[in-house]
């Protein structure tokens, strides 16, 4: 086990996937957005190439893994995550599926082929810059919060690239830019298909929002039903549990 971790890491396990990743309380474990949006979106299963930006410690890779056989890339900027994400790959035995890189998610289209992917996906910095400063936080988990090097259209305009027609991308963000993710999306030939708010538990107000867009879509928008994670007395939801756990046998 000691040759696969470093200095304060550990290896968890991906329950439902059976899967193992390897996390740091110090540097970067990944939330239960990573979980939602690798559920939430439409990926074809027998083959397809599939790409997720800001890929952290490479959870959504992971989860998508056991989704698809397509080949997956993972895009991750910060080295010390990349390596991370990289051993994780490697103790799975995924290599032939997963491949993990280091790159800017703003030049990263035309290095891995423009128009070249049938899915993107992107669990992107969700606060602007400014108030990075007002975060007692480290630096590798300020770089993933914050849009310190990623904005969110230059997002979605990378995303689009990446695309082929026809192809499907999806994000995970706060509902607070909502219009921010569509303006942006419909000016980079993303076309809002289907949303999913999330909610705390009934009563609260939602607090991430889920979002997948074709390219060159048609307009037709649909609004899913609500995503409670917690039920009244703190539990995880029987949708949510079954994400994390998998399906009760």
């Given at each position: 086990m000691e040759q696969w971790l470093k200095e304060d890491e550990r290896l968890d396990y991906l329950l439902a996937e059976d899967l193992r990743i390897i996390q740091s309380p110090s540097v970067?474990?990944?939330?239960l957005d990573a979980v939602l949006l690798s559920k939430f979106v439409s990926i074809p299963y027998q083959k397809g190439n599939i790409v997720d930006l800001c890929a952290g410690n490479g959870a959504i890779p992971l989860f998508l893994s056991a989704r698809t056989r397509?080949?997956?890339?993972?895009v991750e900027l910060q080295d010390r995550l990349v390596d991370m994400a990289s051993r994780s790959v490697q103790y799975n035995q995924l290599q032939e599926q997963i491949t993990v890189m280091q790159g800017d998610v703003r030049t990263i289209a035309p290095l891995l082929g423009i128009e070249n992917y049938d899915v993107v996906t992107c669990n992107p910095p969700y606060f602007p810059a400014y108030k990075a400063s007002e975060k007692n936080v480290k630096k590798h988990v300020a770089i993933a919060r914050h849009e310190i090097y990623l904005k969110l259209d230059e997002m979605v305009y990378s995303a689009s690239k990446l695309l082929k027609q026809g192809g499907k991308a999806a994000f995970v963000h706060r509902?607070?830019?909502l219009l921010d993710i569509v303006i942006a999306m419909r000016a980079n030939r993303l076309e809002p298909k289907r949303i999913r708010f999330v909610y705390p538990k009934e009563g609260k107000e939602a607090n991430m929002l889920l979002v997948e867009g074709i390219k060159d879509g048609k307009p037709d928008l649909k609004i899913l039903p609500p995503l409670y994670i917690y039920e009244a007395d703190g539990k995880y939801t029987t949708e949510v549990s079954e994400m994390l756990y998998g399906s009760k046998q």
């Open positions: 970067f474990s990944f939330s397509g080949h997956i890339t993972a509902p607070g830019r």
